[in-house]
């Protein structure tokens, strides 16, 4: 009879000696390894485990010897090499206190394990979605609010919404049971939540009028067997701003029966011009940084430009040929300037000129000027911002006509004045006039037609400007005066 037992027995039966050899197993566990009761039977019991669970299977030996019995469980290789797992109920096998062996009753829970493992690996792809997804998305638990539906219904109540638009008591009540297990970083920024752990601790202040009515839209889903619920809805944010959304819920895969894991999607309706305006300022602030390490980058590159010409210059013994890479090197460095400015502005696209123009002068005065000479400088262009596109062919028009009254108007006098003013006339048009108080052009010089180089750059540059540029005969000394426009 207590063979018939063993051999009939739903379990895998696994008897061992005190050296852990094994004595015994019914065709239950033999099939299980898809071997024969009497390949097994004689063998030592790590010939049916892996190398990898050595301790794991020194401990349970350990533990039969000690006399204690528990359950666990355990992978098994099969004939084929393949793993088996199993659920081993386990007893030592004692007489008058000595450990004589085993006997343990093994479960197939292959199967089961399986299915643990492909559950796992999909709350692992979905919780990785959650997390990287643009889309505001809520991880909530809605199984104690099936309970407490699923208890109206046994009660008698058919019609769920009728019940709770009758009771709004009901409705505060049922939402309570709602949990929200957690929430990705696009729910924080949608209701301008300070951080994640604020929004999981205080959604329930979001609570208004209206979510009552949204409530009853899910637990009229829910009642009718709904794995997913949608719908538009108003929402306020924690700075008290509306925001329109389509909320939209659903069941996540293995969780059907008890709507214990459900994803809640929150799609933005907000005016579609805001949106665009919203995606836009994202995609600017990157653009910013990017346009940072660019006004960087060729700041640093033109300041090689320029150290590689003061090396060159130094090896130059013909004046002219020195005024010439001197020259080079105010022009790159009115270039320069206007990169590091916008490096080091909070703003990386426009750079206050009034502030441009005393760095850049200034020092180029200071390095032409005579030692006994006293040039004043004259400024006025505070309210002044410009783009880069305008800056850089500004600056450099600045650049020559300030060196060419500092070597032709200035020059041999031990004081002048130098002058610069910028307004703005009207939207995006301005008027520069500048100049020096010095001896002045030959009455027959036309800039228009002149031959030197840095007439020339005078005349092109303005025209880059998409502006004009004409002499004040009116005062002593040089004068332009510069329309412009600010490029786009």
């Given at each position: 009879m207590y063979q018939l037992i063993i051999e009939?027995?739903?379990?895998?039966?696994?008897?061992?000696?005190?050296?852990?050899?094994?004595?015994?197993?019914?065709?239950?566990?033999?099939?299980?390894?898809?071997?024969?009761?009497?390949?097994?039977?004689?063998?030592?019991?790590?010939?049916?485990?892996?190398?990898?669970?050595?301790?794991?299977?020194?401990?349970?030996?350990?533990?039969?010897?000690?006399?204690?019995?528990?359950?666990?469980?355990?992978?098994?290789?099969?004939?084929?090499?393949?793993?088996?797992?199993?659920?081993?109920?386990?007893?030592?096998?004692?007489?008058?206190?000595?450990?004589?062996?085993?006997?343990?009753?093994?479960?197939?829970?292959?199967?089961?394990?399986?299915?643990?493992?492909?559950?796992?690996?999909q709350e692992r792809r979905y919780k990785s979605l959650f997390e990287d997804s643009p889309v505001p998305i809520w991880d909530e638990d809605f199984s104690k609010v099936k309970k407490y539906i699923d208890q109206l219904k046994?009660?008698?109540?058919?019609?769920?919404?009728?019940?709770?638009?009758?009771?709004?008591?009901?409705?505060?009540?049922?939402?309570?049971?709602?949990?929200?297990?957690?929430?990705?970083?696009?729910?924080?920024d949608l209701n301008e939540a300070p951080n994640k752990a604020y929004m999981l601790q205080n959604y329930t202040k979001l609570v208004d009028a209206k979510s009552a009515e949204y409530a009853i839209?899910?637990?009229?889903?829910?009642?009718?067997?709904?794995?997913?619920?949608?719908?538009?809805?108003?929402?306020?944010?924690?700075n008290n701003n509306i925001v329109h959304v389509h909320l939209?819920?659903?069941?996540?895969?293995?969780?059907?029966?008890?709507?214990?894991?459900?994803?809640?999607?929150?799609?933005?309706?907000?005016?579609?011009?805001?949106?665009?305006?919203?995606?836009?300022?994202?995609?600017?602030?990157?653009?910013?940084?990017?346009?940072?390490?660019?006004?960087?980058?060729?700041?640093?590159?033109?300041?090689?430009?320029?150290?590689?010409?003061?090396?060159?210059?130094?090896?130059?013994?013909?004046?002219?040929?020195?005024?010439?890479?001197?020259l080079s090197l105010h022009r790159i460095n009115s270039m320069a300037l206007v990169h590091d400015l916008l490096y080091r502005s909070e703003d990386f696209s426009r750079i206050n000129y009034g502030m441009y123009l005393e760095t850049l002068v200034t020092p180029l005065i200071e390095s032409m000027q005579q030692d006994d000479a006293e040039i004043e400088l004259e400024?006025?262009?505070?309210?002044?911002?410009?783009?880069?596109?305008?800056s850089i062919p500004l600056g450099l028009l600045i650049n020559e006509i300030m060196t060419n009254s500092m070597k032709h108007g200035l020059m041999g006098r031990t004081s002048g004045k130098i002058y610069i003013y910028i307004t703005e006339e009207e939207a995006g048009k301005f008027l520069m006039c500048i100049g020096d108080d010095g001896k002045g052009f030959a009455p027959d010089v036309d800039i228009e037609e002149a031959e030197t180089l840095g007439l020339q750059l005078i005349t092109s540059l303005a025209e880059q400007l998409m502006g004009d540029i004409e002499r004040d005969h009116t005062h002593p000394g040089t004068h332009y005066r510069v329309h412009f426009k600010e490029l786009s």
């Open positions: 009939t027995a739903n379990e895998g039966v696994w008897i061992k000696d005190a050296n852990h050899i094994t004595t015994f197993v019914n065709s239950k566990m033999a099939d299980m390894l898809g071997d024969t009761e009497e390949n097994i039977v004689g063998r030592h019991f790590t010939d049916f485990t892996f190398p990898e669970d050595e301790i794991i299977i020194s401990e349970m030996h350990k533990r039969r010897e000690d006399g204690g019995s528990d359950g666990y469980e355990l992978r098994l290789r099969n004939k084929q090499g393949e793993a088996v797992w199993v659920f081993v109920n386990a007893s030592p096998l004692m007489k008058e206190g000595k450990y004589l062996g085993s006997l343990g009753m093994l479960s197939n829970i292959t199967m089961h394990k399986q299915k643990e493992q492909k559950r796992i690996e046994e009660k008698g109540i058919t019609n769920v919404r009728e019940y709770f638009e009758k009771n709004i008591d009901a409705v505060v009540e049922c939402s309570a049971l709602l949990q929200v297990n957690d929430v990705n970083q696009a729910v924080v839209n899910q637990f009229e889903a829910i009642a009718n067997g709904g794995k997913s619920c949608e719908f538009d809805a108003e929402l306020r944010t924690f939209k819920w659903t069941v996540v895969k293995g969780y059907e029966d008890t709507y214990e894991k459900v994803y809640l999607s929150t799609t933005d309706l907000t005016d579609r011009i805001v949106a665009e305006n919203a995606n836009l300022r994202k995609s600017n602030d990157q653009k910013v940084l990017l346009l940072k390490e660019i006004h960087h980058r060729v700041k640093n590159n033109l300041q090689i430009i320029t150290s590689l010409l003061k090396l060159q210059a130094n090896s130059v013994e013909d004046q002219a040929t020195m005024e010439l890479f001197e400024i006025n262009a505070d309210n002044i911002s410009l783009n880069i596109n305008t």
